[in-house]
């Protein structure tokens, strides 16, 4: 079975990739897709030890971008990790994520929280920096009492953490992935919150700029949300996608492989690479 959206600790997840692969292994995954926030640096080795379980690793990336002003993530499966492209990109996303922080330690410190910054890079480490660090920092210096909390009162939308004039437009990230020569899905399109009308302008933008697909299942979702993605796939003449957006093992609700099939009516992403 394909796990198509999955992360390590190259970004916000916890296992090592080569941790990764062999969990996706024992959870019945024969094809997984690395794809790590804004890096590719965990594939190499993700896909040696892929050799050595005799499972599939594809490489993947999930690009932060900006759509008429709602933050989306665009994920790029079977690309080119060493494509000169994807590299620009890259060190291109990584400089964000820099300026990013930066700016959230500026706004929390002004929110009365100072030392933000250097507690989330600590947290962060050889990661990439994101959110999560933040939350994590505010959740050890008893701020608030989950990362969920701290989403909810610092950093989600719309609060004073959430920047995100400096990610890309969709149709750029689109472009990044296709000249790396792959294909680029919509990642979690429930998540955005956005009316049908409007998600079906994401849709028609995103598919005019060369995107191909969009996550039919995300993680366990309801059978009406996994029909009605289904319908509006068919309907944009796109291909289906899955994956478990897996960031940590033994949640329940996030485990690799751990979600129902495509419905018989899609076609799945994966007749593009055969
Ligand atoms: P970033 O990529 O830095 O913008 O951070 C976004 C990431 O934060 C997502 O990919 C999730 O892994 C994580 N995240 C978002 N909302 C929550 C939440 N409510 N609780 C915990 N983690 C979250
Ligand atoms: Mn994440
Ligand atoms: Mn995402
Ligand atoms: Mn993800």
């Excluded at 005019?208 to 003449?237: F, K, M, Y």
């Amino acid at each position: 079975m394909h796990d198509l959206h999955t992360h390590s600790l190259c970004s916000d997840g916890i296992l090592r990739p080569q941790a990764l692969v062999s969990r996706a292994k024992t959870q019945g995954v024969t094809v997984l897709a690395l794809t790590d926030h804004d890096t590719v640096v965990g594939i190499d080795e993700a896909q040696a030890a892929a050799a050595e379980e005799g499972i599939r690793v594809l490489p993947g990336i999930e690009f932060s971008c900006l759509w008429n002003g709602v933050g989306i993530h665009i994920v790029g499966l079977n690309i080119d990790p060493a494509h000169p492209q994807m590299q620009a990109a890259v060190a291109r996303q990584g400089e964000s994520r820099e300026t990013r922080a930066r700016q959230i330690g500026e706004k929390l410190a002004k929110a009365g929280i100072p030392g933000a910054l250097e507690g989330a890079k600590k947290k962060a480490g050889d990661a990439v920096i994101g959110r999560p660090h933040f939350a994590q920092f505010l959740v050890e210096t008893g701020r608030v009492s989950s990362m969920n909390a701290a989403f909810k009162k610092y950093l989600g939308a719309g609060k004073v953490g959430d920047v995100k004039q400096v990610w890309p437009p969709v149709a750029e990230a689109v472009s990044w992935i296709l000249a790396a020569g792959g294909v680029a899905v919509i990642a979690h399109p429930d998540k955005y919150k956005m009316t049908r009308t409007k998600l079906g302008r994401l849709i028609s933008d995103f598919a005019e700029a060369g995107g191909q697909a969009i996550e039919v299942v995300s993680g366990h979702q309801q059978p009406d949300l996994t029909r009605d993605l289904a319908r509006i796939a068919n309907q944009h003449g796109l291909y289906a996608s899955c994956g478990s957006d897996f960031h940590v093992p033994d949640q329940s609700w996030q485990e690799l492989g751990s979600f129902s099939a495509l419905p018989d009516d899609c076609r799945p992403v994966w007749e593009l690479w055969g």
